[in-house]
């Protein structure tokens, strides 16, 4: 998929399926960085809640971009998982944490995602009871 910006003006809005990226370049964790409401302002902006019709690629923010069904299903096996940042953390391999920080960091994302699993588990077995 061409990385062009769509030229929203030429296509009704409500063939447009809105994107936003909050992924790459985003590193945070439960533990230690939570999201808070703040995160979410650039979203906010630009998904313009009130008025649909306001939305509109920028070049200022880079994580909102449109596309058309006929894009998104012109996708490998239709796929959703888009990206169009470039992640800065792939490009720089030599600033890398030391291997022992990188699995510190996978255990911890891996305990509180179990730990959240739990919760889940116990919620669902109080609701049986």
Do not use: G
């Not at 409401?37 to 880079?62: L, V």
């Not at 058309?68 to 030599?94: C, G, H, P, Q, V």
């Not at 944490?97 to 305990?111: C, N, S, W």
Request: with cysteine.
């Amino acid at each position: 998929m061409e990385n062009s910006k769509l030229n929203t003006n030429d296509v009704n809005q409500s063939d447009l399926i809105p994107i936003y990226d909050f992924r790459t370049n985003v590193h945070m964790t439960l533990k230690t960085k939570k999201l808070v409401k703040s995160d979410f302002d650039e979203f906010i902006q630009c998904y313009q809640a009130d008025d649909r019709s306001k939305r509109r690629e920028t070049d200022k923010i880079e994580r909102w971009k449109s596309f058309t069904y006929d894009e998104l299903i012109a996708r490998d096996k239709t796929n959703l998982d888009i990206f169009w940042l470039k992640d800065e953390s792939l490009e720089d391999t030599e600033n890398l944490p030391p291997p022992d920080v990188l699995a510190a960091e996978i255990v911890e994302q891996l305990e509180a995602a179990l730990e959240e699993f739990r919760s889940v588990e116990l919620a669902l077995a109080a609701k049986d009871d």
